[in-house]
């Protein structure tokens, strides 16, 4: 599925249609350079899934980890300081994906060893979102449901 914006604004609204077909165990792994929209996407699925619109969604740069409560638990966590592999095998990341809430992860890319190759820490079910910056405030957005039957999951309905 590809979808492109033209404004932040956009990529929120976005954000929120994919939010509301999310469900509690969904991992969403972000790809995309620094300032492609991942914590803009991030906010409106916030939204989606019940976030309050005043509570401030931002990139856990520094806490490598945020938690919101929406109709269930969000898990927003950021990659982009953590180098190594091991690094991020450290911090037990496992328990909070195989949990009962959603994780949102941005700089998804630290988890691909190799080009083509699954994710590490276990995860196998997933939605891709790929964000490219096309200039001029457009951005490209290519959501891909991951090892997932079509019909299993309502995010295929995303339209
Ligand atoms: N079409 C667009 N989609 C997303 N962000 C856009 C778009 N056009 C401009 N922007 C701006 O680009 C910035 C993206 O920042 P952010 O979401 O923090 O990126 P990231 O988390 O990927 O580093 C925001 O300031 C946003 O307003
Ligand atoms: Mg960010």
Redesign the pocket.
Known sequence: MIFI????????SLGTRLGRLLGPGDIVL?F????????????GMARGMGVNPDEYVR?PTFTLINEYRGNFPIYHIDLYRLDSLAEIENIGLEETLLGCGVSIV?WAEKLIQNPGEAPALGITRRIEVE?SDLGE???RLEIRPMEMDAQSHPIFSLQ
């Open positions: 914006t033209h404004s932040g604004e956009e990529t929120q972000l995309g350079d620094l300032g492609a929209g991942k914590t803009t996407l991030t906010q990139s941005e964000i405030n457009e951005r």
